[in-house]
């Protein structure tokens, strides 16, 4: 890549630093599962990462973060049937998020906006998951994962919101 001037070395800089920091979170969460009881629920922590790099960088810029983050993490933690469901969840919620900032702000906090990336990033994983198996009664499961996304999608755009000020008031990321 060629580099132009000090904003894409400063750009640069920070994709990867928000890549690696999405990539950290989701191997930390993944060393301590949020349980309970049900499978497939995690707090997606890493989706805080996601949600302000939508807000300060380009649509292709988060989703390169989103593929990179979901490639490491599979080779960390998975395969490449955890890289199939990661990917597909986290390609669709962030579309959704995208479209939401980009067309709905003034309608849905970044909780709201969240809270659809999260719903949808199951959806997403729910839809490969009878594509894979073969199977539509896969999609039984779908009322619980979107009922936990609703929750933890909740806590994720709180979390987000207060990153998002901060970021904002220290004025880090800026002039991009």
Do not use: R
């Not at 996601?50 to 599979?74: H, M, Y």
């Not at 998975?78 to 990661?86: A, D, E, R, W, Y």
């Amino acid at each position: 890549m060629y580099v132009k001037n000090s904003v894409d070395i400063k750009k640069m800089v920070l994709l990867a630093v928000l890549t690696s920091q999405a990539l950290v979170l989701s191997v930390i969460e993944s060393w301590f599962p949020f349980s309970v009881g049900i499978p497939g629920i995690k707090l997606g922590l890493s989706n805080i990462i996601i949600i302000v790099a939508l807000i300060f960088f380009s649509l292709s810029n988060t989703l390169a973060i989103v593929l990179v983050k979901c490639v490491l993490s599979s080779l960390f933690m998975g395969g490449p049937i955890i890289f199939t469901f990661s990917i597909c969840g986290g390609i669709l919620s962030t579309l959704i998020m995208c479209i939401m900032l980009k067309y709905m702000e003034k309608w849905f906090s970044l909780i709201g906006i969240s809270i659809a990336g999260s719903i949808a990033h199951n959806t997403g994983q729910i839809m490969i998951a009878c594509f894979i198996m073969n199977d539509l009664s896969v999609i039984g499961y779908l009322p619980v994962l979107l009922l936990a996304g609703i929750i933890m999608g909740t806590f994720v755009g709180i979390c987000s919101t207060y990153f998002v000020k901060g970021l904002k008031k220290l004025n880090i990321i800026s002039n991009l």
